[in-house]
């Protein structure tokens, strides 16, 4: 196709409208992006938050000092009293007396109760009719067995009395046989007579030997029915003994369970009683920080606004598992008296840790509660600047510090409230006052 036949004058006319029209455009862009700019900046300085220049003109402040801080475990846990034993009756019977009463400090062998029981009773008499009946067959015995022996040695005196006249007698024949006034005969008989007299005296003597013997055995089958019968008296009379229940130590009555009834079995729990002299403190601690303590570590003890020192005497071998999880029974000896404690209180204990000598310290101040924070304002001048610092231990009015300031610096320990989003603030020297 040919191109259209256009007189260079037009041609140049048209190039010439292009470029300006390129030109406005290009304009027309960078007015825009200026305009952007401009609306954009003006957004910013009307509406971004501008920084106070807030001026603090009372105040309080500390100088950063040292001092030494005590690491503890706090544990809530128990008074326990070493020994406790219940009061139970040894017999059963019917309670007659009470004599104390719940919260009551007894002491050694004072009587808590009196009982009765009409079967021991019945016992005991029974026991008693049994040993008198017994020793009255010994005494009786006794009378029989003399005379029965009497009677014995009266035979034997006779049995010797008869081998003297037959001694005599053959002595006498012997005589007479010898001058031949009498037979052989009459002198034979005569010697048998002494061996007859002789073999009696024997005999007389065997019986008499026999029945001692068996006076001794039946003596002592009586004496051994008479230490049965003692033996009976004897527990018979342990129970009616047993009427009284005593304190077997100085304590306090815990409590009591009486039956409304006041029928009693033996050995039935009636109370408790507690040595209140040896009391300790049983604390749970969970198994990881039982490590870091041991057998004679000093504990303080607090109740109510008192302060009792201690130390661990007893750390179980295991942990047990409860509602809270495992836990380690841990138990703490007073160092002192504390028969006035009460049994089963609830205590607050301080297991100290670990010491830490000479480390940073703020005093305690109103700047501590000021939302969470972990920064305080330092001084400079008539500037204070906040900066991040990290606490540690709180021990009375004093809060350690770990790191972020170093002795010596002064810090703002008043309220942070109303400056607390600033970075840094002016503060005048003459409203200061140092803690």
């Known amino acids: 196709m040919n191109e259209p036949i256009v007189p260079e004058r037009l041609r140049k006319q048209q190039k010439k409208h292009k470029q300006s029209s390129a030109n406005k455009q290009l304009s027309l862009i960078i007015f825009t992006i200026i305009t952007i700019g401009l609306i954009a900046y003006g957004a910013y300085y009307f509406f971004m938050p501008k920084q106070d220049n807030f001026i603090l003109n009372f105040y309080t402040y500390a100088s950063v000092g040292t001092q030494d801080f005590l690491e503890t475990l706090q544990v809530r846990g128990t008074i326990i009293p070493k020994q406790i034993v219940v009061l139970e009756p040894k017999i059963a019977g019917t309670i007659e007396e009470i004599l104390i009463q719940e919260g009551q400090d007894v002491v050694e062998g004072q009587p808590l109760m009196r009982l009765y029981s009409a079967e021991a009773v019945a016992e005991r008499n029974a026991a008693e009719t049994e040993l008198a009946e017994a020793r009255t067959k010994l005494a009786q015995l006794g009378i029989d067995q003399e005379l029965e022996m009497e009677a014995e040695r ?11 006249q037959a001694e005599s007698d053959l002595e006498l024949q012997e005589i007479l046989f010898g001058y031949g006034s009498i037979p052989r005969v009459d002198l034979e008989k005569a010697e048998q007579n002494v061996e007859a007299a002789k073999r009696r005296i024997v005999q007389s003597e065997r019986e008499l030997e026999l029945l001692t013997r068996k006076h001794e055995a039946d003596q002592a089958a009586l004496g051994k029915t008479i230490a049965m019968a003692e033996e009976k008296l004897a527990k018979a009379q342990e129970k009616i003994d047993n009427f009284v229940i005593t304190a077997g130590y100085t304590g306090r009555i815990l409590s009591l369970k009486i039956p409304a009834n006041r029928i009693v079995t033996a050995h039935q729990e009636l109370g408790e009683l507690a040595d209140l002299s040896s009391q300790v403190v049983e604390l749970q601690v969970s198994p990881g920080q039982t490590e870091r303590f041991g057998i004679g570590t000093e504990v ?8 009792y020192k201690g130390e661990v005497s007893y750390i179980a071998p295991q942990a047990k598992q409860g509602t809270d999880g495992s836990t380690v029974l841990v138990r703490v000896d007073f160092l002192g008296e504390v028969s006035h404690l009460r049994p089963n209180s609830q205590v607050t204990a301080n297991i100290h840790l670990q010491l830490h000598e000479d480390s940073l310290f703020l005093p305690r101040g109103a700047y501590l509660t000021s939302g969470q924070q972990l920064f305080v304002y330092v001084i400079d001048g008539d500037r204070a600047r906040k900066r991040d610092v990290q606490f540690g231990l709180l021990q009375g009015n004093a809060v350690q510090i770990v790191r972020g300031l170093e002795l010596g610096e002064q810090v703002i320990i008043s309220s942070y409230d109303a400056f607390r989003h600033l970075d840094e603030i002016q503060i005048l020297p003459e409203g200061g006052h140092e803690l």
Do not use: H, N, P
């Open 300 to 307: 303080d003890i607090t109740l109510g606004q008192t302060t």
């Open 154 to 164: 009266v035979k034997v005196l006779d049995a010797k009395e008869q081998l003297r």
